[in-house]
């Protein structure tokens, strides 16, 4: 499914009354969580959410926060739906397109599950963007083929780089029509880095498609363009 314009996300922080370790609430853990989502330059430069979602969409995509009031849950081990049965028809019946669980435990926690979400405030927006990513575009993890495109897809990382054209094209961040298919021996096509989106004047496109059924060929360029491929293995074309 593509994820076009503002969609609507409710975030509920959930303290956990009998971890162990205990939770340290923090003391304004909304606030903290609003950095996270809104403007967030703990690194000197803005790496929240909404600056990733906006990036990697190239304007394309949004997101419309609020922060829930602290709820509680006496479990150790939080589902992902922990707070459907509590909050699930409310949250739907207010017009919010998904919903995050936001934790204090340690990093792993990212999951998903339809328009549940859950991930703990130690992991980077990387994971948060995941999660959200497969709720609102129903698309899967990328990391569980042998060979995997690593560093060079949030799919496949939670490292907040950008997705590769595939995952853009798949989710309407690019328009198919910027894939160019090959046929022949040889070609020669302009490329433009997929962090910075295709080119509204024609010329450049973002990959080049080799083949015309499953398994093909997708070549692509990659660029250090902006805060978040910066996180990319190395720069260059890659082939997948």
């Not at 999951?111 to 994971?127: D, Q, Y």
């Not at 995997?148 to 853009?168: E, I, L, R, V």
């Not at 080799?210 to 363009?225: A, F, I, Q």
Request: proline share 6%.
């Amino acid at each position: 499914m593509p994820w076009l314009g503002s969609k609507r996300i409710a975030f509920i922080p959930l303290y956990r009354t009998i971890p162990a370790p205990p939770d340290q609430i923090p003391t304004n853990w909304a606030a903290d969580i609003q950095q996270r989502i809104e403007f967030d330059n703990r690194t000197g430069t803005d790496k929240s959410l909404k600056a990733y979602i906006s990036a990697a969409s190239h304007g394309l995509a949004d997101l419309e926060a609020t922060i829930f009031p602290m709820e509680s849950i006496d479990q150790q081990d939080v589902p992902v739906d922990a707070l459907e049965s509590r909050m699930g028809a409310q949250l739907r019946a207010q017009g919010f397109d998904a919903a995050a669980i936001v934790m204090l435990g340690g990093p792993g926690a990212g999951s998903n599950l339809g328009f549940w979400s859950r991930f703990v405030m130690r992991e980077g927006v990387g994971v948060w963007a995941m999660e959200l990513m497969h709720s609102l575009t129903g698309f899967g993890d990328l990391y569980s083929f042998n060979g995997n495109m690593g560093g060079f897809d949030q799919m496949a990382c939670n490292c907040a780089t950008h997705p590769s054209a595939y995952t853009k094209a798949a989710i309407q961040w690019i328009d198919s029509s910027k894939i160019v298919r090959h046929n022949g021996l040889a070609g020669v096509y302009p490329l433009r880095p997929v962090g910075l989106g295709a080119s509204q004047n024609g010329g450049a496109y973002s990959a080049v498609r080799v083949g015309d059924e499953v398994p093909y060929l997708l070549v692509e360029e990659r660029k250090r363009t902006d805060q978040f491929e910066t996180g990319i293995p190395s720069e260059g074309v890659i082939v997948y």
